[in-house]
């Protein structure tokens, strides 16, 4: 069965940094487009960063200039590197590959498309 693996999450101090990787299982990205989602139970989800096949990027408000998206050659694997850590970043985070995606709040693709999530727990 197809779907996407995220891993990497963990709990870590406000400031500090933390890796996220995502991995198509059963499938190859080829033209789609990859991006992480991130939830808090009762207050929705957020795509907060997205990556084209050509490397284009595109972040949400909330985390532009302090997390980057990126992915190795072959697409086997996308990161999400995120740095100075705020309490607010505290989420479970998916990843996602579609046609089509776009960043922001109540901007998430279907949860069919999320895979597996990790949780990111940051203490201030």
């Known amino acids: 069965e197809a779907h996407m693996v995220a891993s990497g999450g963990d709990s870590a101090q406000a400031g500090r940094s933390l890796r996220l990787s995502c991995r198509p299982s059963?499938?190859?990205?080829?033209?789609?487009?990859l991006g992480w989602i991130r939830e808090v139970p009762g207050e929705g989800c957020e795509v907060v960063a997205i990556?084209?096949?050509?490397?284009?990027?595109w972040y949400s408000a909330t985390v532009e200039g302090r997390f980057t998206i990126s992915q190795d050659a072959s697409r086997s694997t996308v990161w999400l590197q995120m740095t100075n850590l705020k309490a607010k970043d505290t989420a479970m985070y998916y990843c996602?590959?579609?046609?089509?995606?776009?960043?922001?709040?109540?901007?998430?693709?279907?949860?069919?498309?999320w895979g597996q999530g990790t949780q990111v727990s940051v203490s201030s």
């Open positions: 996602a590959a579609a046609g089509w995606l776009a960043v922001g709040s109540g901007r998430c693709p279907d949860r069919d498309k």
């Open positions: 059963g499938f190859t990205l080829d033209d789609l487009e």
């Open positions: 990556i084209a096949k050509n490397g284009r990027a």
